[in-house]
């Protein structure tokens, strides 16, 4: 199965998305990341959090949803709805589901208080996918509608 995070910019939120799956996931499951306009660059602090957490970012770039590596059959959604930020809608027959988290880049104040809104972000993306791939999924991955509702309960229980 292949997840994709997907936000405007990929350089933040689904950057520690798709790297904290990969790194959490079984070896059928895979993440990749995108975005509807990329920045063309993952912002450093993305990488400095990952690494101190001990999650590789080798081959982690910048990437628009026109090249992604496979077609996804989940879209992760991660935009901030609530800070009125539109999030891409991907057009395509997929399991959709939108698990918003603050976007760390427009994070403001001393480096501490910058570094703590990175790590709140992935803090909350790392529960969520824990809390995902606890699910039985050889069960629901057949079962499209309760994955859904398993994911979208995800989101509404650790917001």
Known sequence: MNVLFLCTGNSCRSILGEACFNHL??????AMSAGSKPTGQV??????LLQREGISTEGYHSKSWDDL???PDIVITVCASA????????LG????THWGVEDPAHATGS???????FMQAYRILRARIEAFLALPLDQLKDDKLALKAAMDRIALVMG
């Open 111 to 117: 480096d501490e208080e910058i570094d703590a809104a």
């Open 69 to 71: 590596p496979a077609t």
């Open 93 to 96: 027959p997929v399991l959709r």
């Open 43 to 48: 912002h450093p602090r993305s990488l400095a």
């Open 25 to 30: 996931a079984p070896a059928d499951w895979r």
């Open 83 to 90: 800070a009125g930020e539109t999030c891409p809608a991907y």
